[in-house]
């Protein structure tokens, strides 16, 4: 009888510069800016089906002054990128008044569940979910389990029967062509 040992998963992603750590001042003030980070890493997550396997895609944003993230980006290329990219979650009550209020659009930061376009809510209220770089890679995800299930399941079923029905179209337009 043979076994196999399992490859331990790397407890954080490999972290790259988006478009080469290209920096993007503000409109409002041109002395300040921000570069992209993502990270991409293969892991499981624990479910009522047991384990699924995913892909976890991160992305954020670093900001500040435009010569500390030119000193910053130089060192990241000279010693690499080390950290990870960490998920905090917030409902509305609970985001800061800071974030409120230095961000133009709060809807981008909507979590949202799979492809059903459906908003995740717990106790009635939207969550949020703030992506940042942690240098020190020791902050962990702070993650609100959501409690709009039963929404979510019917609009996933939706697209779903969607896909399905111009699949199916799709089918029958083909057979029908080679008549």
Do not use: W
Not at 11 to 33: C, H, P
Not at 89 to 118: H, M, N, Q, R, T
């Amino acid at each position: 009888m043979s076994t196999t040992t399992a490859t331990p998963m790397p407890k954080m992603a490999k972290i790259t510069l988006v478009d080469n750590g290209m920096i993007t001042a503000y409109e409002a003030d041109e002395t300040r800016g921000y570069f992209q980070l993502t990270s991409t890493k293969v892991t499981t997550r624990s479910g009522i089906f047991g384990t699924t396997v995913i892909r976890d895609k991160r992305n954020c944003l670093v900001d500040g002054e435009i010569e500390n993230l030119k000193e910053m980006l130089a060192d990241m290329r000279q010693y690499g990128i080390h950290g990870k990219i960490v998920n905090r979650e917030f409902k509305y009550s609970e985001l800061p008044e800071e974030f409120k209020a230095g961000v133009k659009k709060l809807d981008k930061y909507l979590k949202i569940a799979g492809d059903s376009g459906i908003v995740c809510q717990k106790d009635g209220e939207d969550i949020y979910r703030i992506s940042f770089y942690d240098e020190s890679g020791e902050e962990e995800d702070v993650l609100i389990q959501h409690d709009n299930g039963e929404l979510i399941s019917k609009a996933g079923k939706a697209v779903r029967d969607a896909a399905a029905s111009s699949s199916a179209k799709t089918k029958v337009k083909e057979e029908a062509a080679n008549l």
